[in-house]
Each structure stands twice: as C-alpha cells, then as structure tokens.
Nanobody, 121 residues
C-alpha cells in the first residue's frame, strides 16, 4: 500500500506564492518519477510538472518560468514552488507517483487526494 501526503494549498492573491509538498511512503521498491497535475472546475486534469529519478524535469508551457518542481530523494518528497500566481492557476492540485512496487513489477501510478489552490483578490 502506498500513501501520498500533500500539503501547502490555500488561498493567495494574484502575484503571490505558494509551495506544495507531497511525501510518498509505503510499499515502494523504487520511484520512477513524481509530479503534479491540476484540475480546474469543468476542465480535464492537466500536467503541471514532473521530475524523474535522474532529475529530468518537464513543465507545462503555462507554468514555465513561474513554477519550480524539486525533489528530495532521501525523503521521497516532491515540492512545487509556485510564484507569480494567476487566477487561472486556481485548481485542485494532485500529486502523482510513478513507481515499482517490487523488482518484477511493470510499474504503477498512484494519485494523492488533491489540495485546493485558489488565486483570488
């Protein structure tokens, strides 16, 4: 069993900053990658950023230059520093984990419960 504990969401004014954290624990043999997706009301879930074990990073075009993803391998934790926030960044942000549960598994994906980020004046 895998657990993802997310924290850091909340209400912020336009131009402000927030930092999200997501800690993974449980039956994880090896982490492939971690990342963040978001889903706004009435819209599909979309990629925000991912980071793999080699520290290779991928960002959505809409957040490049404003958001920074990082990872602490020792703590199995991924962070998302969000700066210059805009109202259109308002969404539920979901942490995701790509991992191997044992040496023979094909790989799995697990989702966190989500944390609300609201950007409003």
């Amino acid at each position: 069993q895998v657990q993802l504990v997310e924290s850091g969401g909340g209400l912020v004014q336009p131009g402000g900053s927030l930092r999200l954290s997501c800690a993974a624990s449980g039956s994880i043999f090896r982490i492939i990658a971690m990342g963040w997706y978001r889903q706004a009301p009435g819209k599909q879930r979309e990629l925000v950023a991912t980071i793999n074990s080699g520290q290779s990073i991928n960002y959505a075009d809409s957040v490049k230059g404003r958001f920074t993803i990082s990872r602490d391998n020792a703590k199995n934790t991924v962070y998302l520093q969000m700066n210059s926030l805009k109202p259109e960044d308002t969404a539920v942000y979901y942490c995701t984990l790509y991992y191997y549960s044992d040496y023979a598994s094909p790989g799995d994906q697990y989702w966190g419960q989500g944390t609300q980020v609201t950007v409003s004046s």
